[in-house]
């Protein structure tokens, strides 16, 4: 069986370190971007299984927007998103832009593998 790709968006990498090297060890391979505008450059240029994105990138070009311009796109609609948001993070959008699970921060590892295996259909 291929390897699963995940793309992780997330202006904070330092608070993902340990996350990545964890779900690299579980055998995903895992690109990293720290934006929005870096995040949907990679998707344009490889396949992915699964996005786990910061519902909180700083700029224009936040999670939620970022969020919004793959939700639009034919080739991206698809795509299973688990969404990282503040422990009191905004719900609201959450309905009108649609993930496949979230996570509140600060979460365990734990946590976030068994959201990555639910979310990709995996035991």
């Known amino acids: 069986m291929a390897k699963r790709r995940i793309l992780l968006i997330d202006h904070r990498p330092e608070h993902m370190r340990q996350p990545v090297i ?9 690109d990293e971007a720290s934006d929005g ?3 949907l450059e990679k998707l344009r240029g490889g396949r992915y299984d699964l996005l786990l994105l910061d519902a909180e990138l700083p700029g224009a070009d936040d999670g939620w927007e ?6 639009s796109r034919d080739d991206l609609k698809d795509l299973k998103v688990i ?8 719900t609201g959008k959450l309905v009108l832009l649609p993930v496949d699970a979230e996570l509140r921060r600060p979460f365990p590892i734990g ?13």
């Open 37 to 39: 505008r870096a995040g």
């Open 83 to 90: 969404v990282f948001m503040a422990a009191q993070g905004e």
């Open 22 to 30: 964890r779900l690299q060890l579980e055998g995903y391979v895992v």
């Open 111 to 123: 946590e976030l593998l068994a959201k990555v295996r639910q979310v990709l259909g995996e035991k």
């Open 66 to 71: 970022t969020l919004r311009q793959i939700r």
